[in-house]
Nanobody, 115 residues
């Protein structure tokens, strides 16, 4: 049983940076895969970045080279470092924890990239 709370969203100008955090109420065990998803108005929720229990990362093509996902199990926290933000990155960003039949979602945090 995992409860996730995202934070760090907000308004940022194009080209700016932002770091999102996702903290679990309890321990994020090493066997959970973690991911960041986003959903923009009128679009489906899509995977932004993922990190496996072994620390292997994967990124959507549209964020490669700009976003970095990391996890700190000691702090029960997953991060998404975003740089060179673009207006099209505007969306609600959701944290996900998954293992087998267990799937948990945070409440989401709004990221708005605008001048």
């Amino acid at each position: 049983q995992v409860q996730l709370v995202e934070s760090g969203g907000g308004l940022v100008q194009p080209g700016g940076s932002l770091r999102l955090s996702c903290e679990a109420s309890g321990s994020i065990y090493t066997f959970y895969a973690m991911g960041w998803y986003r959903q923009a108005p009128g679009k489906q929720r899509e995977l932004v970045a993922g990190i496996s229990s072994a620390g292997t990362t994967t990124y959507a093509d549209f964020v490669k080279g700009r976003f970095t996902i990391s996890r700190d199990n000691a702090k029960n926290t997953v991060y998404l470092q975003m740089i060179s933000l673009k207006p099209e990155d505007t969306a609600v960003y959701y944290c996900n924890a998954h293992y087998s039949l267990w799937d948990y979602w945070g409440q989401g945090t709004q990221v708005t990239v605008s001048s």
